[in-house]
């Protein structure tokens, strides 16, 4: 068993592995870099999805507010009898 390991350590190149690590560091650190660029990206963009979230929130809020409005006048509207569909279908049903 040790002659195998003599006979591996023999043919090994120092030179290739050292090459070969160095090659892995470098690739290493350019891929870490990349996914912490990323990964700020990922950061910003969850922070304008998150005040999109709020002005959405607002948006609606109003919305509902001019919905009542629009449903309360259009109550009185009809109840006063303006509202144009009413008179039509007077009209209809008159003739």
């Not at 050292?18 to 350019?30: L, P, S, T």
């Not at 409005?69 to 109840?79: A, D």
Request: some cysteine; charged content about 35%.
């Amino acid at each position: 068993m040790p002659d195998i390991l003599i006979e591996i350590l023999k043919e090994i190149n120092i030179g290739q592995l050292f090459a070969i690590g160095v090659m892995f560091w470098f690739f290493y650190n350019r891929l870490d870099k990349k996914i912490d660029k990323l990964s700020e990206r990922i950061d910003k963009l969850s922070e304008r999805v998150d005040s999109l979230d709020k002005r959405v929130f607002c948006l609606e809020i109003k919305v509902q507010d001019l919905d009542s409005r629009l449903f309360r006048l259009e109550n009185n509207l009809f109840t006063q009898g303006h509202c144009l569909f009413n008179q039509s279908y007077k009209d209809k049903k008159a003739e």
